[in-house]
């Protein structure tokens, strides 16, 4: 086989594989997800717990894992207008100065949009919006395995499934 058609296979190996990844990951979410108040969900890695907190005016708590790392959330409702209170969203990620940042990104998964900042400190910020309300998950991320789980479990966060009748 020459060169060309054996890389022509590979990329074809490696998109069946990631597709099918694609599959389990929107299909088998289901049955690993752990509830938030508020009607939310997030799928937690092994080892990961999630513990709720008392919030005043908005949904709070954190993750809890391995290496002693916590992951605070806070998620608040959006609304219109430069003035925010108490209880209401403001994305943490894009209201970072650009000073204090490694680096911002942004990607869009299943139609929900995540701001991802990495802070010179090695706090990372994760922000995202679901409707009429948002949410920050804040934590440190030291080394690239903890970056690497933390993104996995913040990415999967999403609204429960209506309930079948």
């Known amino acids: 086989m020459r060169g060309g058609n054996r890389r022509r296979l590979g990329g074809m190996r490696i998109g069946l594989l990631l597709g099918m990844i694609g599959m389990l990951g929107l299909h088998g979410t289901a049955l690993a997800q752990t509830p938030i108040v508020g009607g939310f969900e997030i799928r937690l890695l092994p080892g990961y717990t999630h513990e709720q907190l008392q919030g005043i005016d908005s949904i709070v708590g954190k993750i809890v894992g391995k290496n002693g790392v916590d992951v605070h959330y806070e998620i608040g ?40 900042a990495y802070l010179k400190d090695q706090t990372l910020i994760i922000s995202s919006n679901r409707g009429n309300r948002g949410v920050n998950f804040v934590t440190k991320a030291k080394d690239p395995g903890t970056l690497a789980d933390l993104l996995l479990m913040t990415l999967s966060f999403t609204e429960k499934p209506a309930e079948r009748k």
């Open 77 to 116: 409702v959006i609304t219109k207008g430069p003035f925010r209170v108490g209880g209401e969203f403001s994305n943490a990620a894009l209201r970072t100065a650009e000073n204090d940042r490694q680096w911002l990104k942004e990607q869009t998964i299943q139609g929900h949009t995540f701001q991802i």
